[in-house]
Nanobody
Framework: QVQLVESGGGLVQPGGSLRLSCAAS????????MYWYRQAPEKQRELVAA???????NYADSVKGRFTISRDNAKNTVYLQMNNLKPEDTAVYYC????????WGQGTQVTVSS
């Protein structure tokens, strides 16, 4: 059974930082491509960042230079470091894994507000 468990969300002021974590089980993590998506209220889910099993990364234009995706294969965990957060970053953030099929976590709420 594949499980993706996100953590690290919360309320932060504009300009602040958060680090999201996603712990994976039930897959060979080192062989999986990992992604972070987000969905704001009344908007479609969008891809925020990706990291391949070869450690290649890609980002949405809206987060380039502010967010960093990384992975620790020894801990079966992918991270999203979010700096200089803006109110428009407010959303539920979802971890996604592609390993023979696609799998989703339950999501973690990030709210950026003063």
């Amino acid at each position: 059974q594949v499980q993706l468990v996100e953590s690290g969300g919360g309320l932060v002021q504009p300009g602040g930082s958060l680090r999201l974590s996603c712990a994976a089980s039930g897959i060979i993590f080192g062989d999986a491509h990992m992604y972070w998506y987000r969905q704001a209220p009344e908007k479609q889910r969008e891809l925020v960042a990706a990291i391949t099993r070869s450690q290649n990364t890609n980002y949405a234009d809206s987060v380039k230079g502010r967010f960093t995706i990384s992975r620790d294969n020894a801990k079966n965990t992918v991270y999203l470091q979010m700096n200089n957060l803006k109110p428009e970053d407010t959303a539920v953030y979802y971890c996604n894994a592609w390993y023979r099929a696609t799998y989703w976590g339950q999501g973690t709420q990030v709210t950026v507000s003063s």
